[in-house]
């Protein structure tokens, strides 16, 4: 399909200026699968251009043919950077030239400091003797850029996934960059946050930085981008000027980007949602009494501080609070307590306490929790669908101890038909699937375990307006079966637009419960940071 470009001048049409980054005729195949075919890019001068598209339609397979990731000849077509062809035959090749890319999976080194990260591979040395006063001077100045108090000194390990994907930011900002390439850079950040580093990317633009921004975040884009590219099926589809002038207000709107994207309307964000109506409706299936979970490492540093919320059978509860509000710690503590030290509270189900100390525990009892993080903790990345699928249930596929591979592949084939996963076949390995397909592959594991509570964190982070819509629908479906769900998010729109009540966290304590019917974004940011002390 030719790429549709529009016409200069007209609503929706591309703006003029000089190309400094040209991609011609792109097309990358791997075993059984075109990702890309005959894909057009043209980045302008000082834009911010936005790609777009739904989960495997090829937006970083195309990143890492331009990063040098999928070197030169394991593609077809041509890349023109600053007006000269370019043959990058690895990541390096592209970096000495001024193109940084931040990847959506984060390439960090958990044990090193953020310092240490920041300039591995690019160090302040002499004779490798490494200049630590200039590395940590340096590396402060660069924390601050991208909004982050932590010290330079602090491990990776230490941090949350929120904060890695800055300090990712920062690694890139301390190469000379003239284009930089952005894979979902906000997918882990909370609405503050995201704001940041959004202006952030204009004041590059202002500073004559090139950028290129992958996001399924619509407002994102709209509110940063001068153009926008759209992606289907590895194919081009058009590309749109988002405004005609740099100050005026976006020409294009959210709807008409979807369209583009997934080739029809999507009339409704937010599928219909039928309630539970049957045996025990209404009723509490877990309670969390005055929970409390200390630092792992400053112990005396509460995280969590004396939470108690309940969710009732067929019921979606919402939990918001902006980073470092305690969320995921408070929800990994419960599931096996599996963040933190001296946890200290009580976890009843149906009205009855129950041990949930280690995962197993949890896991017997019927809490399943669908991790932020799918590639570090929700996934085994080398393995294939069929088995990220049957791991935390496999006597459900054994038979007198042993695993049976006919009845894993058979269930597998049965969610793969259901969550609609995209892959050739259930035995293909999980890091070959796109971030969406991922996810639902760690949806599906915790589906077949058959849990009565569900805590979701995040579970639409870093996935297209499609495949959420399709995540939606297997989360209503649940609490339609009466299970009782746990939806953490940072998108406040979404807790909205699924929740039956919101609870709100600050600084590791409650700060409010608030009733759909009365819950508004400006309500929730209000109780988000609210400010009622720690106790230490």
């Avoid at 849990?451 to 629908?473: F, H, M, N, Q, S």
């Amino acid at each position: 399909m030719k790429a549709a470009t529009g016409t200069t001048g007209g609503p929706g049409a591309a703006p003029p200026g000089h190309p400094v980054l040209e991609m011609r005729s792109i097309t990358k195949t791997f075993p059984g699968v075109k990702a890309l075919s005959g894909v057009e890019l043209t980045v302008r001068e000082g834009e911010i251009h936005a790609v777009c598209g739904e989960n495997g339609a090829g937006k970083s397979t195309l990143m890492k043919v331009l990063s040098g990731v999928h070197p030169h000849g394991s593609y077809e077509g041509e890349i023109v950077f600053r007006g000269e062809p370019c043959v990058f035959k690895d990541i390096r090749a592209s970096e000495r030239r001024g193109i940084v890319i931040i990847h959506q999976e984060l390439a960090l080194v958990p044990y090193l400091s953020i310092a240490e990260n920041i300039f591995l591979g690019n160090e302040h040395a002499t004779r490798g003797v490494i200049h630590w006063n200039d590395t940590l001077g340096h590396a402060r100045r660069l924390l601050r850029r991208v909004g982050l108090t932590d010290s330079p000194h602090t491990r990776i390990a230490d941090i949350g996934v929120g904060k890695q994907q800055l300090v990712e930011i920062a690694k890139a900002l301390a190469k000379e960059v003239k284009l930089l390439i952005l894979d979902e850079p906000t997918a882990a950040l909370n609405d503050a946050d995201s704001a940041k580093l959004l202006d952030l990317l204009l004041e590059f633009k202002a500073q004559g930085i090139s950028c290129i921004l992958i996001s399924h975040k619509l407002n994102e884009i709209r509110r940063v981008a001068d153009s926008v590219t759209i992606l289907r099926d590895g194919r081009t589809i058009e590309t749109l000027a988002v405004r005609e002038t740099p100050d005026a207000e976006p020409a294009v709107s959210e709807e008409r980007i979807i369209r583009g994207m997934v080739g029809r309307d999507l009339d409704h964000r937010f599928p219909e949602r039928t309630h539970y109506t049957g045996p025990g409706a209404g009723e509490t299936a877990m309670r969390i009494a005055d929970w409390t979970v200390h630092h792992p490492i400053d112990q005396q540093r509460k995280v969590v501080d004396g939470v108690s919320l309940e969710v009732r059978r067929g019921e979606i509860v919402g939990i918001a609070g902006l980073m470092g509000a305690g969320r995921t710690e408070l929800a990994m503590s419960v599931f096996g307590r599996s963040y933190g030290r001296h946890a200290a509270g009580r976890v009843l189900l149906h009205g009855k306490e129950v041990s949930t100390r280690t995962v197993p525990e949890a896991v017997a009892h019927g809490i399943a929790y669908v991790t932020e993080d799918r590639k570090t903790y929700g996934l085994n990345l080398g393995d294939d669908v069929t088995r990220n699928i049957s791991i935390a249930s496999l006597p459900k596929v054994a038979r007198r101890g042993v695993v049976s591979e006919h009845e894993e592949a058979r269930v597998a084939e049965r969610f793969r038909k259901s969550m609609n996963i995209k892959t050739p076949t259930v035995f293909e390995t999980v890091n070959r699937l796109s971030g969406g397909n991922q996810q639902k592959v760690v949806l599906s594991k915790w589906i077949f375990a058959g849990p009565e509570v569900l805590i979701l964190d995040e579970p639409t982070r870093g996935i297209d307006v499609g495949a959420k819509y399709e995540i939606y629908t297997v989360i209503n479906d649940l609490a339609a079966q009466g299970k009782a769900v746990v939806f953490i998010s940072s998108e406040l729109p979404e807790l909205l637009g699924m929740c039956d009540r919101i609870y709100t966290m600050a600084a590791g304590r409650l700060t409010g419960e608030i009733p759909r019917a009365e819950a508004t974004q400006e309500v929730l940011m209000r109780h988000m940071t609210m400010d009622r002390g720690r106790t230490r």
